[in-house]
């Protein structure tokens, strides 16, 4: 049986130690968000993941969801699960006091989300997709369409949907064929079919509010004619949000699919709904996009938190399992075999694992901190700069993330052997479930082309100085005399990759000027090497703090830790940089020249 125990002293490090959360509190609106109250909120949630929800994975995933009648029941546990997260208030947790809300840093919400998809992520795509749909209908939503619906997914009373997606319309949503046609009474009438509805329906909540892409008549083509709008499962009567009919809305039937078993992923079929305009007709793209940016974050997270509940599986397996001898010579006499982890390859594997979840979670985190400073902040510079860093780095977190999360998983299998490819384990599923990562929410293929062709000519290249200033000042730092010797070897490999990562820009900006395939050509590559020089950058951070604190006398594992993983990934992992590097300046005429019939 797997375990998972929510990795609290990784949190706070990051938290207190790295970010200075209690930064937070001096921003307004945040007054009470004091350390003293964000632990404890912490803590409570962990218990909540490693006790309710964390018991149900691997029952959800050998169960599924069932579809009986045109109505979806998730695997058997889930609703109860459901009473006690939303009875919690862990729905509302980074929603608006004024909603009914807890009002916390998103941040905490960060925090929240890895712990959940560590626990159960089939189970946290439920809350996660409400959480996206209270975002959108906030910012874009009608004051009385607010006022409606804010509360009840702020309580968890009622959830949500993204449906975007149609059987000819996956990446490319200007494909989308459904239509919304006015009627009479001000409201739209909703017709066609999307199709890998995460969330279309369950037995969680008195209601679903689909969000959907939809085409009004006579739109502009492609995607600058799609609008937005909110069409729920079942109607709403009044003001006060009593339920009546059913909505023209169903299920017309699930996905068996490789991992996330417990998340139902629906056809759904609209046969004239109704549903209410969100923002401005056919503006509905950037709209969602309120929704999809969060949602990407979020499926980051959730790469880390399989990586991480995977990884310590993995690392107690490693300690337990007696298998051959050290090469130097028995560790254990007295037993048949030495344990798993004195080989230098599961070191290896191990370190890796650690590496890169610790420096992701730390990664994560400060975007997370960006996020609140973007909307809180009382000075509108900072305020933009927050808002630019973070839109840079949001495709580099999804991707980066998710590959990473199956990569770390597939690693967690490969150290149990062939116990972790048995079902009984609980290792495979983590690797299923870690796959849809790479592809919803935008493939990661999309995500490196959202960096190269968007993000980096964006403001002529403003975003990236957000990125590039600090960290070249940082590195600055290391070069001059007096700088702590054990820093500044660390500091020397990363300024090395750093200076790959500003020449590669340079070359992709211009081969992209000329050709854009030369460009897209060497997206994927180039977001690797973008956040294996972020994670360096994080890594130089985090061992900065510990290195100060053990020099102030701390005897904490926990820093001792730090400095030595970090040790190993810039000497370990960092230099995959030169091959990536040696990639991108290849150029792309070697994938393009070939003909298709040469394939
Ligand atoms: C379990 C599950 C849950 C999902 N949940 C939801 C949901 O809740 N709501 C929703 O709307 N959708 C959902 N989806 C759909 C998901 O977002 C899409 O599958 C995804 O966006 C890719 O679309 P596609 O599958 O049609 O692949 P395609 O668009 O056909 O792409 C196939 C491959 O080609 C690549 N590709 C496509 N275009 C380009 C290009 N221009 N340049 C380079 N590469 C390209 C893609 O990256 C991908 O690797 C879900 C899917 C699954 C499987």
Redesign the pocket.
Same mark, same amino acid.
């Given at each position: 049986m797997p375990r998972y125990q929510a990795p609290l002293a990784e949190i706070r490090f990051i938290l207190s130690d790295l970010l200075q959360v209690e930064q937070l509190a001096a921003l307004p609106g945040y007054q009470d968000a004091t350390p003293d109250l964000l632990f404890p909120v912490i803590a409570a949630g962990a218990r909540l993941c490693e006790d309710v929800l964390f018991p149900l994975n691997q029952s959800g995933d050998a169960e599924g969801c069932r579809l009986e009648d045109g109505r979806v029941f998730t695997p058997a546990g889930f609703p109860a699960a459901y009473r006690a997260y939303a009875g919690g208030g862990w729905s509302g947790l980074a929603c608006a006091p004024e909603d009914g809300g807890m009002g916390l840093p998103e941040l905490v919400y960060f925090v929240m989300e890895e712990m959940v998809s560590s626990a159960n992520l089939a189970f946290g795509i439920y809350p996660g =997709?409400s959480r996206g749909v209270y975002n959108a209908v906030r910012r874009h939503g009608s004051e009385p369409l607010k006022r409606l619906v804010l509360p009840r997914l702020a309580d968890g009373s009622w959830a949500g &949907?993204?449906?975007?997606?149609e059987p000819q319309a $996956? &990446?490319?949503l200007g494909l989308v064929r459904t239509r919304a046609e006015p009627d009479e009474h001000g409201t739209y009438r909703i017709t066609g079919t #999307?199709i890998?509805?995460?969330a279309g329906d369950h037995d969680l909540t008195a209601n679903i509010l689909h969000l959907v892409l939809a085409r009004l008549p006579g739109a502009p083509a492609h995607s600058r004619g799609i609008s937005l709008f909110l069409v729920p499962k079942r109607l709403v009567v009044d003001d006060r949000g009593t339920l009546g009919a059913a909505n023209a809305v169903s299920c017309g039937g699930i +996905?068996h #699919?490789m991992g @996330?078993r417990g998340s139902s &992923?629906c056809v759904l079929n609209f046969d004239g709904a109704t549903g209410w305009l969100v923002g401005q007709a056919h503006k509905g793209l950037p709209a969602m996009f309120t929704m999809m940016n969060a949602a990407r974050l979020a499926v980051g997270l959730q790469g880390l938190g399989l990586a991480e509940v995977a990884t310590q599986n993995a690392l107690a397996y490693a300690r337990e399992r007696l298998q051959g001898r050290a090469l130097k010579g028995a560790r254990d006499p007295e037993q048949p075999a030495d344990p798993l982890i004195v080989h230098p390859d599961i070191r290896r594997m191990l370190l890796t694992m650690k590496a890169y979840n610790e420096g992701g979670r730390a990664l994560a985190y400060w975007i997370g901190f960006h996020i609140d400073l973007e909307a809180r902040h009382s000075d509108p510079k900072v305020r933009e700069a927050a808002g630019e860093l973070v839109a840079l780095m949001i495709p580099i977190l999804k991707a980066l993330l998710t590959d990473l999360g199956f990569d770390v998983t597939n690693l967690a299998l490969q150290i149990y052997g062939g116990h972790g490819y048995i079902r009984d384990n609980g290792i495979e599923q983590y690797v299923r479930d870690a796959r @849809?990562t790479q @592809?919803? +929410? $935008?493939?990661n $293929? @999309?995500q490196a =082309?959202d960096l190269v062709g968007r993000k980096l000519p964006q403001a002529t290249g403003r975003l990236l100085r957000h990125f590039c200033h600090p960290l070249a000042a940082e590195l600055e730092e290391f070069r001059r005399d007096g700088a702590d010797p054990a820093l500044a070897a660390l500091a020397a490999p990363l300024a090395k990759a750093f200076g790959r990562l500003q020449h590669a820009t340079v070359t992709i900006a211009f081969r992209g000027l000329v050709d854009p395939d030369q460009a897209a050509a060497a997206a994927t590559d180039y977001l690797r090497l973008f956040g294996l020089v972020a994670l360096g950058a994080l890594w130089l951070r985090m061992a900065r703090v510990a290195q100060e604190k053990l020099l102030a006398g701390s005897e904490d594992p926990l820093y001792r830790g730090k400095l030595d993983t970090a040790r190993f990934f810039m000497a370990k992992l960092l230099p995959q940089t030169g091959a990536l590097f040696a990639a991108i300046q290849a150029g792309g005429d070697v994938v393009m020249a070939p003909d298709d019939a040469a394939f």
């Open positions: =997709l &949907t993204m449906c975007l997606t $996956g &990446t490319d #999307k890998f509805i995460s +996905e #699919k @996330i &992923t @849809i @592809i919803y +929410e $935008g493939a $293929g @999309i =082309l």
